[in-house]
């Protein structure tokens, strides 16, 4: 059985940061793009960034790029999320996702809540 893990999650101050682990475990995941995503209740699922099996090649989301910074390790099966400078509407659950399809992905993890306090 394939399943994502997210942890990392928390509550931080406005400017601060968190670091994200997804985990994948069921199958390996290293040949495959993995990234994130988020969602915030109400709102429609946003893109976070992507990256590919080598790390050769990431996208980021414009709301995202140059404070956040995704990273691989294919021998633990585990993407990261380098969250800096964080600011309130950072505030979401997060979702590591595997293996894109297009816009979407078929696997998902469970989520995990972020937090940016003033």
Not at 39 to 59: C, D, H, L, M, T
């Amino acid at each position: 059985q394939v399943q994502l893990v997210e942890s990392g999650g928390g509550l931080v101050q406005a400017g601060g940061s968190l670091r994200l682990s997804c985990t994948a475990s069921g199958r390996t995941f290293s040949n495959v793009r993995m990234g994130w995503f988020r969602q915030a209740p109400g709102k429609e699922r946003e893109f976070v960034g992507s990256i590919n099996w080598s790390g050769s090649n990431i996208y980021y989301a414009d709301s995202v790029k140059g404070r956040f910074t995704i990273s691989r390790d294919n021998a633990k099966n585990t993407v990261y999320l380098h969250m800096n400078s964080l600011k309130l509407e950072d505030t979401t659950v997060y979702y590591c996702a595997a293996d894109f399809r297009g816009p979407t992905a078929a696997y998902w993890g469970q989520g995990t809540q972020v937090t940016v306090s003033s």
